[in-house]
């Protein structure tokens, strides 16, 4: 009976774990084209006297984009392979491992990152404050660092979008990256029913 009972009461301490592998393909574009006083420099301000990011600094950095032509842009192919642990019962994140090849360069592993519980899904996001070192290019600070992985609880579909632009310490124009990364698809795990 004693046994029965400390069964019984640590069975809701082992909650379900279900891991879910999602395979997304997609590309990622560099540009080394430098652009003047634009609204990504009004942009970066934004960053830079904000704690989080605001649909504002987003939308700024959107229009930041279009100055370039797609002429500028490296297009290059790109297959993720994302590795969810999620609680399926609580809708909960446990942890998230994910691959890209090529791995652009310029990611870096050991970003700060949260994750963001919505009715439809996770977000994981990592990110680099602005004017931050980036620790894989000594010459380099951070203009604007951001990757999101996400995951919906009912599409059963997977996605990965970032930005990421760094900028010479030296202030010297040329050769600055700008990196945007985009690759979604479909996850094993079935959907959620509404």
Not at 82 to 106: A, D, G, M, R, V
């Amino acid at each position: 009976m004693r046994l029965f009972l400390i069964l019984l009461l640590s069975i809701p301490l082992y909650s379900e774990t279900t891991k879910v592998l999602c395979e997304l393909d997609g590309d990622y574009s560099v540009t080394y084209k430098d652009i003047k006083k634009t609204y990504l420099a009004e942009g970066i301000e934004i960053f830079k006297n904000l704690a989080r990011q605001t649909q504002q600094s987003l939308f700024l950095l959107r229009r930041a984009k279009t100055n370039f032509a797609e002429e500028d842009w490296q297009k290059s192919s790109l297959y993720v392979v994302q590795y969810w642990e999620l609680n399926s019962e609580e809708e909960t994140f446990q942890s998230l491992t994910h691959t890209l090849e090529p791995s652009p360069t310029w990611i870096n592993e050991d970003a700060s990152w949260n994750v963001e519980n919505k009715n439809t899904g996770i977000s994981v996001i990592h990110s680099m404050s602005a004017e931050e070192d980036h620790p894989l290019f000594p010459d380099y600070e951070v203009e604007v660092y951001k990757i999101t992985n996400t995951f919906n609880w009912y599409t059963g579909k997977g996605q990965i979008f970032g930005d990421i632009w760094l900028k010479k310490k030296d202030g010297s124009r040329g050769k600055n990256p700008k990196i945007e990364i985009f690759a979604n698809g479909k996850c094993e795990l079935q959907e959620k029913k509404f």
